[in-house]
């Protein structure tokens, strides 16, 4: 028996009848032979943390661009914090933590620079729009080695496009409950950190969040994090593992928080003329590329041949980092000082 199996075995074991087994996943678009030593759910986990764009998390904005100082959130920190939340999650209801481990480092692969910013600035120069729910489904799908794609499991590219709430309902379908596991825990982080991070760059005050919710969340950032975990845990048991859920009390207390930070943090006035920077940023970096793809590599010219110049731009811009957007942006449209010999 191969160490493959005999994680498959215990999985068998231990995880709740309700839960996905590795061994019952739906499998991979293009057929491989298992690896003798880790689950179909494992493999896609180590796919995503070797990932290019993975890697390129760590520069791209979670709130707050460019910030001076080493204890923001980057899209790779909240990725990470995402990832944590989940597994917690997932051991308490005994399900698949690799499934859910996979999902959730996978759930941004295709935000933008900028953070909210850039997300709304490409969604409106891009023909078609922009969303980094579909642009990370099609980063592991499409564009990561050299166009070959990650080829993940179904679940996992089920979890990564099913994992974004936007503003609507937070709690909505999704296709396991490991995915809906994420769906819940990138909520959480996101409330918790951004919150943090706002009152540590001064943007909002203690005095200014909702006093309900965050007086029956507790008065600290663990607190209220242990708070939210241990309700999903509850009320998904007493539900009966139908879905993954919360109660009506945190879910409404949830969403008062998250409107808070998206009125006075991701977009307060005081944010708005960083965002007509970035959105200038990238849409003359758009302009300047769409007639000129042959600059971009051998990567995006066969993005270009296949789908079209404006996608292959599109693929480019969303997987720059932020430093990386503001160094091009220089090169090409600041001018140098000449050189006086």
């Not at 061994?23 to 030593?37: D, I």
């Not at 933008?112 to 922009?130: C, K």
């Not at 760059?201 to 965050?214: F, K, M, R, S, T």
Request: hydrophobic content about 40%.
């Amino acid at each position: 028996m191969s160490v493959r199996e005999q994680s498959e075995r215990i999985e068998d074991a231990i995880l709740h009848q309700r839960a996905t087994r590795s061994s019952a996943s739906r499998g991979r678009a293009l057929p491989e032979e298992p690896c003798p030593l880790r689950t179909d759910f494992q493999r896609d986990r180590d796919r995503i943390l070797h990932a290019k764009s993975f890697r390129r998390l760590k520069h791209k904005t979670q709130v707050f661009l460019a910030p001076q100082g080493d204890h923001y959130r980057t899209r790779l920190t909240h990725t990470l914090e995402v990832s944590q939340i989940a597994r917690t999650i997932a051991r308490g209801l005994r399900l698949n933590e690799d499934l859910t481990e996979a999902v959730a480092l996978g759930h941004d692969l295709g935000h933008t620079p900028f953070g909210h910013a850039g997300e709304r600035s490409l969604r409106g120069i891009l023909p078609g729009g922009f969303s980094h729910v579909d642009q990370s489904v099609r980063v592991v799908e499409r564009l990561e080695r050299d166009g070959r794609g990650l080829n993940l499991t179904r679940e996992v590219i089920e979890g990564i496009r099913t994992h974004s709430k936007g503003t609507g309902r937070i709690v909505a379908p999704a296709a396991t409950l490991e995915a809906q596991v994420v769906r819940l825990a990138d909520l959480v982080a996101y409330i918790n950190h951004d919150i943090d991070d706002a009152l540590r760059a001064g943007v909002i005050a203690p005095e200014d969040l909702p006093a309900g919710p965050i007086g029956r969340f507790g008065g600290t950032h663990g607190d209220r994090i242990g708070t939210m975990v241990a309700d999903i845990i509850e009320q998904t048991m007493g539900a009966g593992y139908d879905h993954v859920v919360m109660s009506a009390e945190l879910e409404r207390d949830c969403g008062a928080l998250r409107e808070f930070l998206y009125a006075r943090v991701y977009f307060n006035s005081g944010t708005h003329a960083e965002f007509l920077k970035a959105s200038k940023i990238l849409r003359d970096l758009y302009e300047h590329y769409l007639g000129r793809v042959e600059q971009l590599g051998e990567e995006y010219a066969r993005v270009a041949a296949t789908e079209g110049a404006a996608r292959a731009v599109g693929d480019f811009l969303a997987g720059m980092t932020d430093r990386f957007v503001v160094q091009t942006y220089e090169r090409l449209f600041v001018p140098r000082p000449w050189p006086v010999f």
